[in-house]
């Protein structure tokens, strides 16, 4: 356990629906970080909330809308995804950016059918 | 920009020891990291290294040498339980987010 929790830990989705990624630290942690990890590729950082404010948006497609309402939760809503949007989904925090330690979540496998 | 070459296997044979490397060319440096990640879970941090030398901690060593941007994990007295994924992240200028490599998939046979 490493503090940073997410549900749901597998989701299977259809095309056209909608779906929400949550994630939560216990450790607190001002940083939160999604990231998108597909077979044999490296981690893809999608978002960063230093703060609850979003520092960085990596060129992400708008059918993935971080959520970051406190420092402690961070969501990501998910619409009208593609099959090749199917990855493990994990979250991450720090005690602030930069080159602060991560800690990560179990993750997320994601499907879209 | 950033880049991070590590190898994408490699096998060793438990009780061995073997040493995973990984290059790196950032736009400046604020430390590297390595991660473990056994398949289907999350990476868990093993270490962190800012200044040149080496780092140990228990059967994990972690070397830095920031002039030839190079940095290498080294496992002893390798058990099964070893085998994962080792991912090297470079913290670079600034604020900046981590840049992680592909990993290295290690493997322990008997």
């Known amino acids: 356990e490493t503090g940073v929790t997410q549900t749901p830990r597998h989701l299977v989705m259809g095309m056209t629906n909608k779906k929400s990624l949550k994630c939560e630290q216990h450790l607190g942690h001002n940083a939160m970080y999604w990231y998108k990890q597909s077979a044999k590729k490296p981690l893809e950082l999608m978002f960063v909330y230093n703060f609850k404010e979003q520092t960085e948006n990596n060129s992400v497609p708008s059918r993935f809308s971080p959520e970051c309402p406190n420092s402690s939760h961070l969501f990501l809503h998910l619409h009208t995804l593609q099959p090749e949007d199917s990855a493990l989904y994990l979250c991450?925090?720090?005690?602030?950016?930069?080159?602060?330690?991560?800690?990560f979540g179990p993750g997320t496998r994601l499907t879209v059918l | 920009g950033q880049n991070i070459d590590q190898p994408t296997e490699m096998t060793a044979t438990e009780g061995a020891i073997v040493q995973i490397n990984c290059t790196y060319q950032?736009?400046?440096?604020?430390?590297l990291f390595w991660y473990q990640q056994h398949a289907g879970e999350a990476p868990t941090f093993l270490s962190y290294?800012?200044?040149?030398g080496l780092e140990e901690k228990g059967r994990f060593s972690s070397f830095l040498s920031r002039s030839k941007g190079y940095s290498y994990l080294l496992l002893k007295e390798l058990q099964m339980k070893d085998s994962a994924s080792y991912l090297c992240?470079?913290?670079?200028?600034?604020?900046?987010?981590?840049?992680f490599g592909k990993g290295t998939r290690l493997s322990v046979i008997a």
């Open positions: 991450a925090s720090s005690l602030k950016g930069g080159a602060d330690t991560q800690y």
């Open positions: 950032t736009s400046g440096f604020n430390g």
């Open positions: 290294n800012v200044l040149d």
């Open positions: 992240a470079v913290s670079a200028e600034g604020n900046t987010p981590l840049v």
